[in-house]
């Protein structure tokens, strides 16, 4: 469907950026710079995992990312159910939060992987904290597989936050049901100790630049999300007129 | 009407549905035999076998629960059924709680069916001793399952022609019972010398299970299908 010859008269849809976002988009490209700078060349091998230690500068910050994401989405789509707060932006900052957070959680478990077996010599271990990140993994796919299912915004957004909120009740029951299904939990993560001051500093610029990055890529996707209602809204529209003109 | 009085009127009109169609008797219990006689193509070792029945009786059980839950809610949308109800204004709690017992019902007769197979093709031997384990877990997970599949089978219904969502949404979801009833049922089997007692644990967590998706799925079951 072309929009923009049939609708030239209507207002042209606003840009997804503002001064705000590309200020911050700008400070997670330069984060994003320094964490390499530091991540790849500046901070030392570790004495055990040698080269290894530098998946963790992507791994951990990803790690959090999804999570805060997934934990966002949890509370818009609680938002969006409660009716005193319910509004489209709310489901729409849910599935921008989702999106982003499926990604995240996507590199989170490449990466760990990669790193589990240079340092513990397998790809995969069974242990809670993993099976239940897979399974965060699938269970968002599947919510955003709900979220295309089509119907009015208001349908898309009710079963959505629904879906949302039974993730969110699925979630501890996975994870307390793997971890008693392997009690020995393998805790051969990086303690905090061995950690030397540079590799805590690239760590955590980790953080903040992807942190940034998630806010950047959120408010982004959920305007394109508004943008897209608007199309669809705006289409009906214009096919109700095409059909009035044709009588 | 209150919602229990809706809920055995649905869950009668099911069974008899099922009842009339058969379609339990003639497709999906053969479908889950056959997947029992698979498993021991794929697995090829007698001890093997024996080791890991519990394991695929649920397995098995899930994967028919799929099929089920397709059909239990194939019914609903031809010819508009559950728009109609709602229409009505019947309440969705009802409605749900309805097709849960219905579901629970033919899960019961499935699951029989499986451990039935399993003691023969498996060689499984049940023990006095963990009869009462057994049968708790059957009625437990079997309970979080019929829950389970009445939510997900009415978001999936909802959505039309999107079948292929359903066992991407609800396998992920089952996956502490399959853990949970799993471990109970070896348990009660004793398999890898274990004792009833280790058991009971699991129980309470799939007890847990059930209760909050009982809840979460009666409250929530209006805004799923909800058009």
Same mark, same amino acid.
Request: proline share 3%; aromatic share 10%; net charge positive.
């Given at each position: 469907?072309?929009?923009?010859?049939?609708?030239?008269?209507?207002?042209?849809?606003?840009?997804?950026?503002?001064?705000?976002?590309?200020?911050?988009?700008?400070?997670?490209?330069?984060?994003?710079?320094?964490? *390499?700078?530091?991540?790849?060349?500046?901070?030392?091998?570790?004495?055990?995992?040698?080269?290894?230690?530098?998946?963790?500068?992507?791994?951990?910050?990803?790690?959090?990312?999804?999570?805060?994401?997934?934990? *966002?989405?949890?509370?818009?789509?609680?938002?969006?159910?409660? /009716?005193?707060? =319910?509004?489209?932006?709310?489901?729409?900052?849910?599935?921008?939060?989702?999106?982003?957070?499926?990604?995240?959680?996507?590199?989170?478990?490449?990466?760990?992987?990669?790193?589990?077996?240079?340092?513990?010599?397998?790809?995969?271990?069974?242990?809670?904290?993993?099976?239940?990140?897979?399974?965060?993994?699938?269970?968002?796919?599947?919510?955003?597989?709900?979220?295309?299912?089509?119907? !009015?915004?208001?349908?898309?957004? /009710?079963?959505? +936050?629904?879906?949302?909120?039974?993730?969110?009740?699925?979630?501890?029951?996975?994870?307390?049901?793997? /971890?008693?299904?392997?009690?020995?939990?393998?805790?051969?993560? *990086?303690? /905090?100790?061995?950690?030397?001051?540079?590799?805590?500093?690239?760590?955590?610029?980790?953080?903040?630049?992807? !942190?940034?990055?998630?806010?950047?890529?959120?408010?982004?996707?959920?305007?394109?999300?508004?943008?897209?209602?608007?199309?669809?809204?705006?289409?009906?529209?214009?096919?109700?007129?095409?059909?009035?003109?044709?009588? | 009407?209150?919602?229990?009085?809706?809920?055995?009127?649905?869950?009668?009109?099911?069974?008899?549905?099922?009842?009339?169609?058969?379609?339990?008797?003639?497709?999906?219990?053969?479908?889950?035999?056959?997947?029992?006689?698979?498993?021991?193509?794929?697995?090829?070792?007698?001890?093997?076998?024996?080791?890991?029945?519990?394991?695929?009786?649920?397995?098995?059980?899930?994967?028919?629960?799929?099929?089920?839950?397709?059909?239990?809610?194939?019914?609903?949308?031809?010819?508009?059924?559950?728009?109609?109800?709602?229409?009505?204004?019947?309440?969705?709690?009802?409605?749900?709680?309805?097709?849960?017992?219905?579901?629970?019902?033919?899960?019961?007769?499935?699951?029989?069916?499986?451990?039935?197979? +399993? *003691?023969?093709?498996?060689? !499984?031997?049940?023990?006095?001793?963990?009869?009462?384990?057994?049968?708790?877990?059957?009625?437990? +997970?079997?309970?979080?399952?019929?829950?389970?599949?009445?939510?997900?089978?009415?978001?999936?219904?909802?959505?039309?022609?999107?079948?292929?969502?359903?066992?991407?949404?609800?396998?992920?979801?089952?996956?502490?019972?399959?853990?949970?009833?799993? =471990?109970?049922?070896?348990?009660?089997?004793?398999?890898?010398?274990?004792?009833?007692?280790?058991?009971?644990?699991?129980?309470?967590?799939?007890?847990?299970?059930?209760?909050?998706?009982?809840?979460?799925?009666?409250?929530?079951?209006?805004?799923?299908?909800?058009?």
């Amino acid at each position: 469907m072309n929009l923009t010859s049939s609708s030239s008269s209507s207002p042209s849809p606003s840009p997804t950026s503002t001064r705000f976002t590309r200020a911050l988009g700008v400070a997670a490209l330069v984060g994003i710079g320094w964490l *390499v700078l530091f991540g790849l060349f500046l901070s030392p091998n570790d004495r055990v995992q040698k080269t290894g230690v530098r998946i963790l500068y992507i791994h951990v910050p990803s790690a959090w990312l999804a999570y805060l994401a997934f934990g *966002v989405t949890g509370l818009s789509s609680a938002a969006y159910l409660w /009716k005193r707060t =319910r509004n489209l932006q709310w489901d729409r900052v849910a599935g921008a939060s989702a999106e982003v957070g499926v990604l995240f959680m996507g590199i989170t478990l490449v990466s760990g992987s990669l790193w589990g077996r240079i340092s513990w010599g397998q790809f995969w271990t069974w242990d809670a904290r993993l099976t239940t990140t897979a399974f965060l993994f699938v269970t968002y796919i599947g919510y955003l597989a709900v979220r295309d299912l089509g119907g !009015t915004h208001q349908q898309r957004a /009710k079963r959505s +936050a629904v879906m949302a909120l039974l993730a969110v009740l699925e979630v501890p029951l996975v994870h307390f049901s793997v /971890k008693w299904w392997r009690p020995l939990h393998q805790n051969e993560t *990086v303690e /905090k100790g061995k950690l030397n001051g540079l590799m805590l500093f690239s760590l955590f610029i980790g953080l903040i630049s992807f !942190t940034l990055l998630y806010v950047w890529l959120v408010i982004h996707r959920q305007r394109v999300l508004a943008l897209n209602d608007q199309v669809d809204d705006r289409g009906l529209d214009l096919a109700l007129a095409a059909r009035r003109e044709e009588s | 009407m209150n919602a229990w009085g809706i809920a055995r009127l649905v869950a009668a009109k099911d069974l008899r549905v099922e009842w009339r169609s058969r379609v339990l008797i003639n497709q999906v219990l053969p479908f889950a035999t056959l997947v029992m006689v698979m498993f021991a193509f794929a697995l090829d070792n007698d001890q093997t076998l024996t080791r890991v029945a519990p394991g695929l009786v649920w397995l098995a059980t899930m994967f028919s629960l799929l099929v089920v839950v397709q059909r239990s809610f194939a019914v609903e949308t031809a010819d508009g059924a559950l728009d109609a109800l709602q229409v009505a204004g019947v309440r969705p709690a009802g409605i749900f709680l309805g097709k849960s017992l219905a579901l629970l019902a033919q899960l019961a007769v499935l699951e029989l069916v499986l451990m039935g197979a +399993a *003691v023969v093709l498996y060689r !499984t031997e049940l023990h006095a001793g963990g009869v009462v384990l057994l049968v708790t877990t059957y009625v437990a +997970a079997t309970t979080g399952l019929a829950f389970v599949g009445t939510l997900y089978g009415g978001l999936a219904a909802g959505a039309k022609g999107r079948e292929t969502l359903l066992p991407l949404l609800m396998l992920p979801v089952v996956a502490p019972v399959l853990i949970g009833a799993t =471990r109970a049922t070896e348990a009660a089997l004793g398999t890898e010398g274990a004792t009833p007692s280790d058991g009971w644990p699991w129980i309470g967590l799939l007890i847990l299970f059930a209760a909050l998706f009982g809840v979460g799925g009666t409250m929530a079951f209006g805004s799923l299908i909800d058009e």
